[in-house]
């Protein structure tokens, strides 16, 4: 008896289907292509990404300082036209500042992570959040009693020319002694849109309230401002605005090494010169 093959009525398809795959499929080489295209195009779209991260980051960083800076107002609205104290040094709980605590990167140092010496200090009572006092680009954490790693609670300082004690007073110490200022209708030199208040300060240098710098610049710094983004730094001014500014000199760039130095950075004259300018003016 002759024996009839069976077909699948779908094997034509399949076979079709087969053809048409390897016919459109590809090849090793073009896969590469393809890849490298990508690779190319990720490469190109980098630092444009990351430019705009700087300054979505920047644009949070002057609405922190100008919140700040609100605060510091209403707080001599309040307060007989007087400037929230400026209290340096690691008695500040002791003293009540704009703000307490000693920041360092040591372990169990309950100040780096304490809130309520936020909420307890003079303008405490006028911020909405805590995040304020915190630059967003500030990303460096400590490590906090118990081995937990925990970021620090403040990355601000103010302008050590502003609401100081008579005692602490950093301006007569200038040559020439340059302004102080402990009540609002005292700022004239400079006008209260060129004197900063509030600074984003760098991560190995803040410690207590304050940033100071020696008149008249040009030279190294003292204490150091940050530099986070990009190269620029968030400050809040007398006036009430805010600005992310650019800095020129390399040293004013320091990496940050998580280690607290009491004098950072090289010589910045072009950097220290503009801030000075900013920060008090010799007494006429």
């Known amino acids: 008896m002759k024996r009839t093959a069976i077909t699948s009525p779908f094997a034509g398809a399949r076979a079709t289907n087969r053809q048409v795959a390897s016919r459109f499929a590809f ?9 490298a295209i990508i690779a190319i195009l990720a490469a190109m ?6 430019k705009a991260k700087c300054k979505a980051f920047g644009i949070a960083c002057m609405s922190n300082q100008k919140q700040l800076t609100l605060a510091w ?3 001599a609205d309040d307060n007989q036209d007087r400037l929230p ?14 703000v307490e605590g000693w920041l360092d990167f040591g372990a169990g140092n309950p100040d780096n992570t304490n809130t309520q010496y936020l909420l307890n200090a003079k303008i405490g009572p006028y911020t909405k959040s805590v995040g304020i006092y915190k630059c967003p680009s500030d990303i460096y954490t400590c490590p906090a009693r ?4 925990m970021p620090r609670v403040r990355s601000v300082s103010m302008n050590s020319f502003i609401g100081v004690e008579p005692g602490d007073g950093y301006g007569a110490r200038q040559t ?9 209708s005292e700022i004239k030199r400079p006008p209260p849109c060129n004197l900063w ?3 984003d300060e760098h991560p190995d240098s803040i410690n207590d309230g304050w940033l100071t710098d020696g008149w008249p610049g040009g030279g190294g710094w003292g204490d150091l401002p940050a530099s ?8 809040g001014f007398a006036d009430g605005h805010a600005e992310v500014h650019k800095w020129r000199d390399k040293a004013t760039m320091e990496p940050v090494t998580k280690q607290t130095k009491p004098r950072v950075g090289g010589s910045a004259p072009n950097d220290t010169l503009w801030f000075m300018e900013r920060s008090t003016a010799p007494i006429q």
């Open 45 to 50: 779209l980098m630092p444009a990404l990351s």
């Open 197 to 199: 208040v509030f600074v």
């Open 27 to 35: 090849t090793l080489i073009e896969l590469l292509v393809v890849i």
């Open 176 to 184: 020439p002694p340059c302004y102080e200022y402990h009540k609002l």
């Open 85 to 98: 104290p400026n209290a340096s040094g690691s008695a500040n709980a002791a003293k009540h500042g704009w």
């Open 228 to 235: 986070y983004h990009c190269g620029a730094c968030g400050i």
């Open 146 to 149: 118990g081995g937990a790693i």
């Open 73 to 75: 107002l209403m707080y």
